[in-house]
């Protein structure tokens, strides 16, 4: 377990001393960079609207249900200043297109969105990071594009080798999954109620994700469990066959470990899935919006190990 770095708390900052606390000045507040609102056109022709922000290295983020690019609204200016941050409102969210049918959700058609942005943005390659779905996406893009990729963050989602472990052992926190597979369930959810789910009492963070939601389609929500989350003998064709490719860039895993829909354990044994260094963050305080639950932390932490892996 040589390779899997298990990161604290007290690696957010560095110890300063008493002396140096009373004597320093606050940082100086960095200077907002301005969000380019932009669209990508994938293979099958839909459009996939994204914010891009910044110079440098580009990082690309994909969210999960029920989200939109706003996931990510604090993670980008922790990152622009120095690297190009792009965050999708993937297929059937917000400002995306939304094509009808189950089969327009299938995972190899959500990795060419992927590579759609990452060419239109006129790179050759990026760090890619997702959460929830969107991590689902980003293993997948590693899959089918190794050699586009300079890092993996992933959240919350575990590798699919491992993912199956975890259903077996917790078959019961996968309820809503199954519940949302079933034909109709999207009737039963609402721009309003997917909002509170997410920013609980941050009215603002609320306000934003119900007009979000109000643009999203609920059966294009849907659809993502129905083409691709699998299910007994009826997982679908479309999940990639078990013997995955070895992630052959740097990896990190981000978890909150009081998710309850998908469990801390699921993520055991992921370095031996890598060839290259595997980091692994488990906050203890934090569910399953990780990125918002322990947002300076999570900033921080990306932040500085990208700086790190950085080519110079």
Do not use: C
């Amino acid at each position: 377990m040589l390779r899997a770095v298990l990161l604290g708390a007290a690696l957010a900052a560095l110890p300063v001393t008493a002396a140096y606390a009373q004597t320093s000045k606050p940082a100086a507040a960095k200077p907002a960079i301005k969000l380019e609102d932009k669209y990508a056109t994938s293979a099958d022709g839909t459009k996939i609207h994204y914010v891009a922000s910044g110079q440098g290295p580009l990082v690309v983020m994909i969210h999960g249900f029920p989200d939109y690019w706003g996931s990510w609204s604090k993670l980008i200016p922790a990152l622009n200043d120095g690297y190009r941050t792009v965050a999708l409102d993937t297929r059937g969210y917000n400002l995306s297109d939304k094509p009808q049918g189950v089969a327009n959700y299938a995972m190899p058609k959500l990795v060419e969105d992927v590579d759609a942005v990452i060419k239109a943005e006129g790179r050759q390659k990026a760090t890619v990071i997702g959460h929830d779905w969107g991590a689902a996406i980003a293993w997948n893009y590693a899959f089918a594009h190794m050699d586009k990729l300079d890092n993996l963050i992933i959240m919350s989602v575990p590798h699919p080798a491992n993912f199956g472990r975890q259903l077996s052992n917790s078959p019961q926190n996968s309820d809503y999954a199954r519940n949302f597979q079933k034909e109709g369930s999207e009737k039963n959810l609402s721009a309003e109620g997917l909002a509170s789910m997410v920013a609980g009492s941050d009215a603002d963070a609320k306000a934003k994700y119900t007009e979000a939601f109000k643009k999203s389609d609920f059966a294009a929500m849907m659809n993502y469990y129905r083409a691709n989350y699998p299910v007994g003998d009826n997982a679908p064709s479309t999940l990639l066959p078990a013997n995955y490719p070895k992630i052959s860039v740097p990896l990190m895993v981000i978890h909150g470990m009081k998710d309850t829909a998908l469990l801390s354990m699921g993520h055991n044994d992921t370095w031996d899935q890598a060839t290259k260094d595997t980091t692994v963050l488990m906050i203890p305080d934090a569910g399953h919006f990780v990125q918002r639950d322990a947002a300076s932390l999570v900033d921080s932490t990306i932040r500085t190990w990208l700086d790190a892996r950085r080519s110079k």
